[in-house]
Structures are given as C-alpha cells and as structure tokens.
C-alpha cells in the first residue's frame, strides 16, 4: 500500500497479503515513523524558541520540518496502523481524509524543497530582489508552497473512497477510469511532485553554480588588473559569506537527498502503472516505496550537519531541564530537612 497507488482499484483482485512481508513492511515503517518524528521535533523545537532572530533560510527549514511532520504523522503513521490491521478500519470519509493528507506530506515536503532553491537562486543570482522581499513580513515562498500542496492533493478526495473489495469485507481503495485511468494518475502526480520540481531545482542549482563560477573568475582578473572594478552584483556574490556558502551546501545536500529517496519510488510507480506483469508484490517493489519516506528523516540529519549552533542549544536546553530537575529535588530535601529539624525542636521543648 502507498499514499498513491493502493494495493488495487475497483475491479481488481484482492489478493492475500504475504504476511512475513508484512512484517518488514511495519517494523521499517516504525522506524522511519519514530525518527522523522523525533528528528524533526527536536529541530522545530528549537527554531521555534529563536523564532525572533530567525534567518530566511531557517523559516525555510522551520516549514520543512513542519512538511516532514505531516509525512511522518499523517503518512507514514496511518500507513503502519493500516499494515497492521490489514484492512482500513474507518468510515468513508476518514478514507478520503487520510489519502488527502498522505499526498499533502509529499507535495509540502517537495515544493518547501523547490521554493527553499528558487530563494537560493535570487539570493545569489538577484541579490537586488531582497530588498524588494524586505518590505513585508509575509514569507510569499512559503504561502505559496503550501498553496500548491493544498490544491495538488485534492485529486485524492474524489479517487479514493471506501470500496467493498469483497463480499462483507471493506478498504480504502481507488476509483479509476478503465483503462487509462490508472495510468494518467500516476503520471500526473509523478509529473507534479518529482519529475517538474527536479528540473526546476536542476535549473536553479545549474545557475547558482554558474554565476558563482563566473564572479569568481572576475575576481581572479581583477587580481591580475589591479584598479579594474567588479561589476556590483558579481562583487556581492563573489564576496559570499561563509554562512551563505554554508547555506548553499546545506541545500544541494538536501536536494540530493531528495532525489535518491524518491526517484525509486516513482520508478516503480510508474513501472506497475504501465507494466501490466510489474511484479508488483514482491519484497523489493515494497521496500522501495517505503523508503521514499527516508527522506523525512534526512532533512534534518542534513540540518544538523551544517548548523554550529543547533547542537549547542539542544544540550543547553536539555542541559537546563535537568538543571531544573536538580535544583527542584534539592529544594524539596531542603524543605523536608527544615521541616524535620522544626518537630524535632518542638519535641524537645516539651
């Protein structure tokens, strides 16, 4: 099962699941489930409490850890609670909600992806921009990659939909169009949220390199031409900071875990929408699809890597709580030592 092809449409064979792969299937998904959730709690927590002096590239990693949430708890999650019961346990419309929200995690997760690179480009290849972006507070990017994600995931309202698979028995399956229907869908959404975010993200990281080649070139002749001026955009990028270089890794880094957890999934979607004999049920075509999730574990991973101060606030905070811990433990043995040294003055005076 999977957040766009189920393990079948109306009209298809319900096939016995094969219950050892079934196994693998919940003990990965555990996995992945508690280690985006924890991952990225932990690094949202802390963007939250520095939320008044937060840079534009950390709102971008705020609501990338907000999209890696929503895969975690509302794909990953209802999808491990589905394997373990097999069947879909819930009426029509939490069917429809849950398919709705599996394919909102992905979009959000891509196009916070895709909007994090395009600001990356104008940063470096339209430097002039930011002052334009300065004059609001409204992080358009942002609202924007969320938009799309609402709208794009709409489709799964209409094709999904609590189906009698067998006689009493009943499952969230899909409706399609016979023949093509299945086809188009998985096209579509391969379309929407892989194969246009690549090239737009390819683009983007293509250009960023090129400008910064040749800013850097420039620098190198000015070198040689002492007294020959840089043009002011090629002397702004080539005199990057070492936090925007920083902030450029970070984000190749992270598209280049986005593409090898998800390239394999949409492969093999495509291959079992379009290959009628795909072997769709075996252990490698359903480890694949699963591993696509990896991909909420490694952004903040990525994240860790390259922040210097991230590390030293999580010890600090947890430093703190069990400062906290201390201190109210000895103020408690305190209290009970004055309080035991009272009676005992009191018993003696009598």
Not at 179 to 184: E, H, M, R, S, Y
Not at 325 to 331: I, K, V
Request: glycine fraction near 4%; hydrophobic fraction near 50%.
């Amino acid at each position: 099962m999977c957040p766009l092809n189920d393990s079948g449409s109306v009209g298809a064979e319900d096939v016995a699941r094969d219950e050892s792969l079934a196994k693998v299937e919940i003990a990965l998904l555990s996995v992945i489930f508690f280690s985006a959730a924890i991952l990225n709690s932990a690094v949202l927590v802390v963007l939250w409490r520095q939320r008044k002096q937060m840079s534009r590239m950390r709102v971008f990693v705020f609501h990338l850890c907000l999209a890696d949430l929503v895969v975690a708890f509302f794909q990953v999650c209802p999808q491990l609670m589905w394997d373990i019961t097999d069947r879909f346990a819930g009426p029509d419309l939490l069917c429809r909600l849950v398919k709705y929200l599996q394919v909102l995690g992905m979009f959000s997760s891509t196009y916070m992806i895709v909007v994090m690179t395009v600001d990356r480009y104008q940063a470096v290849c339209n430097p002039m921009v930011k002052f334009q972006r300065s004059r609001t507070r409204l992080n358009i990017p942002v609202c924007v990659g969320w938009g799309i994600s609402l709208l794009g995931s709409l489709p799964q309202v209409f094709i999904f939909s609590q189906v009698e698979v067998a006689p009493g028995v009943f499952d969230c399956w899909a409706k399609f169009i016979q023949p093509w229907g299945l086809q188009t869908y998985i096209t579509w959404t391969t379309l929407a949220i892989f194969v246009l975010p690549v090239i737009m993200i390819v683009f983007c990281q293509v250009r960023i390199c090129q400008v910064i080649q040749i800013n850097l070139y420039q620098k190198t002749q000015q070198r040689c031409h002492v007294g020959v001026p840089l043009p002011s955009r090629a002397s702004s990028t080539a005199g990057m900071s070492r936090a925007r270089v920083k902030t450029l890794k970070m984000t190749v880094f992270i598209v280049l875990a986005y593409i090898v957890c998800w390239a394999p999934f949409f492969i093999v979607q495509l291959w079992s929408a379009w290959d009628t004999h795909a072997p769709k049920e075996t252990a490698t075509f359903t480890i694949l699809m699963l591993l696509a999730s990896l991909n909420s574990c490694a952004n903040p991973c990525i994240y860790l890597v390259f922040s210097d101060q991230f590390p030293k606030r999580l010890v600090t905070l947890l430093g703190q709580r069990q400062y906290h811990c201390r201190d109210s433990a000895h103020e408690e043995a305190t209290l009970v030592s004055t309080l035991y040294m009272s009676l005992k003055n009191v018993s003696e005076s009598k």
